[in-house]
Structure formats: structure tokens, C-alpha cells
């Protein structure tokens, strides 16, 4: 079973908001991710988890926080978000600490809109 | 650096034709390459990959890619268009010790009745 599951699906948050962005997969992976993905553009990575510790941030801003909870979760938080970060959040998880050569398998998405 | 240039932003194909979807990558070191595909509002599902070995490489839905060190390219075809193909794909790229897996801008591909 190959599935990584996210929710909320859609959100909308106004600037002043806290929310968090879901992430769970029982594959037994042990690396991590969430791409940022705007419209008509390809992913562009956000965060590496591996063994539930942070190994790559690609210097997002600090009003987005991961956090991974354990092997199976992993969560986005959001704080005063701006209009341009309205984009779809993917996670992502892979079998070891790297992508090389390890599939990486996506989830469905969650899609935010900030007001 | 690695890099990747998908080589057009939409493909229009008839249903029944050939698809042929071209990737060329750059990477210091012998590459990891991937396709895959995402259909209107979801995520991204992988098709095929390479690693090593066999350099023709089959995927899912009837896709195949060939992956060609000296043109260094990784070019995504399927026999015959279905209408069901029509979805945006994207090439990528990772390192064999990296943890990043870096993607092109995608190609759109739409299937003709």
C-alpha cells in the first residue's frame, strides 16, 4: 500500500491564523517532505525529515514550522501566512534518508488559500 | 548543480499517436531520473524510474523512457495516446547522495479526439 495521506484537503486561513497542514504514511519510510507547489509551477522543496529529524530546509521563511511527531507523521504549521504563500502543500515520503534511487511517494495535496 | 529542461510546455497529441515527452538533465555525478505524472488537482504519481542497470526502462499506463548518457537525456514515450493520458508530467533529477530530487517545469500534455 502505497500512500501518504493529507489533510485538510483545502483551507483557507486569514493572515492572522494559525492552522496545520497533516501528514501520515504506514509504509514504514523513514524520510520526510513537503514541496510547495504554485499553479502552472513544479514542486520546489520545502523540508527533509530523516528519522524524525530535520535534515534539509530549503530557507523557508519561519512562519511556516514543521514538525514530525514520530516515523509516521508529519505535520506543517502555519503562522501569519501572506497571500503569495496560497499554494498546494504536498508531502512526500520515501523508504531511507535519501531520494537516491528511493522512490518518492506523494500524497493528494493540501490546497491553501490565504486571505 | 543539477538541473532539468523539459523541452516544451504543452504537447498535443492525437488519440492513438505517438507521445514523446523530452527531458535533458545535468548532474555532476551519475543521475537518478524520474517521470511522473499529475492529473488535474492531485498529487504527483510516479510512472517510471531510472537507477541503474537496463537503460530502457518501463512504466506504468504503457510508458517507457530511455535513459542516454551521452545526449543526457531521458525522454518519456507511450505507443499510442489515450485520452486518459492527458495530464501535466514532470522529468526529475536526484543525486545519487543527495536528498533533494529537483524538478523541470513540466509538460502539459493534451490528447485530441
Known sequence: ??????TPKHLVMGMTNKKS??????????????????AKKPPELMFVYSYEKLSINESVPSRFSPECPNSS???LHLHALQPEDSALYLCASSLGQGSSGNTIYFGEGSWLTVV | AQSVTQLGSHVSVSEGAL??????YSSSVPPYLFWYVQYPNQGLQLLLKYTTGATLVKGINGFEAEFKKSETSFHLTKPSAHMS????????????????LVFGAGTILRVKS
Open chain 1, 1 to 6: 500500500d502505497t500512500e501518504v495521506t493529507q
Open chain 1, 21 to 38: 497542514l497533516k501528514c501520515e504514511q504506514h509504509m514504514g519510510h523513514r524520510a520526510m517532505y513537503w514541496y510547495k507547489q504554485k
Open chain 1, 73 to 75: 507523521l508529519l505535520n
Open chain 2, 19 to 24: 507521445v514523446l515527452l523530452r527531458c535533458n
Open chain 2, 85 to 100: 493520458d492527458a495530464a501535466e508530467y514532470f522529468c526529475a533529477v536526484s543525486e545519487v547522495y543527495g536528498n533533494k
